[in-house]
C-alpha cells in the first residue's frame, strides 16, 4: 500500500539531468516510449476489491492544496485550484487522477503546461518530461467544483440551506476536487475558500490566515495529519463558529446555523465529556482539534469527516429522537477520529475496522451513561447476524455496492454485525486483554493505515495466543459462530429482528442511511 513520506518540503525534480538522458537513449527505445506515450489514456486503480476503479498507482501523495471561490450561489459551480505533492514510486508517461464532475481549464506539471485528457472517471495527465521513480513533483489543476451533481451520481457537496458543505465517502472526493481517491493513500490538507462577506467558511485543522478583500474573505486551513480524501469537509454558509476548549487544552470549535445557536448549544456543550469518556477507553485524541459542522440539511447520515464531523441540525432539534441516542451518535462519530481516521482502512474491505469499533464505544456509552445493556444489544445483533452476513456479506468480506449505491457498502453487518465479532473477542480473550488490544491499535497505527491482518495479528500478541482461527470464523465466515460465554444465544426469524435504535432515527447509528 502507499505510504505518505514524512518530507516537510518537497525537493525538485532533476529536469536537466533527465533531458541528458533522455537526449543518449537508443532511437528504437525512444521509438517504443513514442509509441507508449500515444497509446490512448485509459481509467486505473489500485485494484480494490469493492471500488476496482479507485485510486492510481504510481505515486503517493503528500500534500494537498485546494483553493475554491465561492459565488454565494449553491447551485453554480465554484472555481478552483488543486495543487497536489507527490512521489513517484514508478517511473510514469502519465499520471491518472481520480476526477469526474467539473470542468478542467488547465494542468500543470512541475510549473510547465501538461497535456490532459479524460477516461472513464479518471483526468489523466501527460506532463512534458516523463517522471522517474522516487521524483517529487507538483501537479497544478485549474478547474470547476459543480455542487449540483448527476441524479446518478450522488455525493461530493452537500448543499445546505444557507450553502454547501462536504461528504465524500466512499468514493465521491473526486467529484469536487482532483485526488488520488483511496484511503490508502493519506496525505496533509491545506485549504483556502473564498466567499461573500457575510458568509463563513471551516475545513479541516487549524485556521492559518484570514483574508478580507474588495468585499470577499478568504480563509485559509492547514491539517498537519495525513487524511484520506473520503474525510476533507468544507463548510460555507451563514453560520456560527463556537470556541470552547477540551481536555489538555484542546481547542474545540463547532459550527453552527447562527439561527440555531441557542438550541444547539447544550449538545454541543456535552463534547468535553464525550472526549474526555474516549481518551479514557483507547487513549489521547489523535488531532490537533476537534468540533461538530450541524449542517441545515437532509442527509440521512451523519460522517465522521476529520476535526469537524458532519451532522444533520435536525438530529438534535427533532423531538423525536431520546437524548441517549442522539449523545450515543455523537460518541460514534467522535470515536471515528481514532478508528477510521486516524487509523484508516487499508482497503474498503477493512471498513469493519472503521464502523465496528464506532459502533461498539457507541453502544458502550449508551451502557456506561444510558443504561442501555451492552448485552441484550449484542444478543439481538446475534440474532440478525447470519441475515446480515446473507445479504451484505461477512463483516470483513462485505458485498460489493450494487449499481448506483456506492454507499451500499454502509450495511449492518459492519456495523453491529462487526461490533458483534468486536463482542466475541472481548468474551474469547477477556476485557482486561480487549482493553489493552485497542490502545495498542490506536497507538501503534495512528497516522497510518491498517488490515484486517494487522488487527488479527495484534490480537493475537496482546492475548498471547494464536487467535487466527477464532477470528477467521467470526470476520469470514458465511455463518455467525457461537458466542463464547453465551451457548444458549441464537439466529432469530426476521421478524424478530433487533431494534437498537428508535425506528424513526436515523439507520445505522448515525453512520450510512444505507
Known sequence: MPHTPHTSTPRPRGRARRRLRLAALLASAVSVCMVAASAPPVPLGVGDRLFPHLGNPGYDVAAYDLSFTYTGSNSEPLKAVTTIDALTTADLDRVNLDFAHGTVDSVEVDGEPAGFATAGEDLVVTPEDALDEGDWTRITVRHTSDPVYPEDREGGWVRTADGLAMANQADVAHLVFPCNDHPSDKARFTIRVTAPDGLTAVANGLPAGVERDGGATTWTYRHDHPMATELAQVSIGRSTVLRRTGPHGLPLRDVVPTGHRATLEPWLAKTPDQITWMEDQVGPYPFETYGLLMADATTGFELE??????????????????????????????????????????????????????????????????????????????????????????????????????????????????????????????????????????????????????????????????????????????????????????????????????????????????
Do not use: C
Request: glycine fraction near 8%.
Open 305 to 514: 469527516t476529520q476535526t469537524l464531523s458532519l451532522f444533520e441540525r435536525e438530529l438534535f432539534t427533532e423531538p423525536g429522537y431520546p437524548e441517549w441516542y442522539v449523545e450515543s451518535i455523537m460518541v460514534h462519530e467522535l470515536a471515528h477520529q481514532w478508528f477510521g481516521n486516524s487509523v484508516g482502512p487499508a482497503t474498503w474491505s477493512d471498513l469493519w475496522l472503521n464502523e465496528g469499533h464506532a459502533t461498539w464505544y457507541e453502544a458502550l456509552y449508551a451502557e456506561e451513561t444510558a443504561d442501555r445493556p451492552m448485552e441484550a444489544r449484542m444478543k439481538a445483533a446475534y440474532g440478525a447476524s447470519d441475515r446480515w452476513r446473507a445479504k451484505g456479506g461477512p463483516p470483513a468480506a462485505p458485498k460489493p455496492p450494487t449499481s448506483g449505491s456506492k454507499t451500499g457498502i454502509f450495511r449492518a453487518n459492519v456495523y453491529d454485525g462487526a461490533a458483534l465479532v468486536l463482542y466475541a473477542l472481548r468474551q474469547e480473550i477477556g476485557r482486561a486483554a480487549f482493553e489493552r488490544l485497542e490502545r495498542t491499535w490506536v497507538a501503534r497505527h495512528r497516522d497510518g493505515t491498517a488490515t484486517t491482518a494487522d488487527f488479527v495479528r495484534l490480537a493475537s500478541e496482546v492475548s498471547g495466543r494464536d487467535l487466527g482461527a477464532f477470528l477467521q470464523a467470526w470476520l469470514y465466515g458465511q455463518k455467525t459462530p457461537p458466542m463464547p460465554g453465551h451457548p444458549d444465544w441464537k439466529p432469530t426469524a426476521a421478524d424478530q429482528a433487533p431494534a437498537s435504535a428508535p425506528a424513526s432515527a436515523p439507520v445505522a447509528a448515525g453512520a450510512h442511511g444505507e
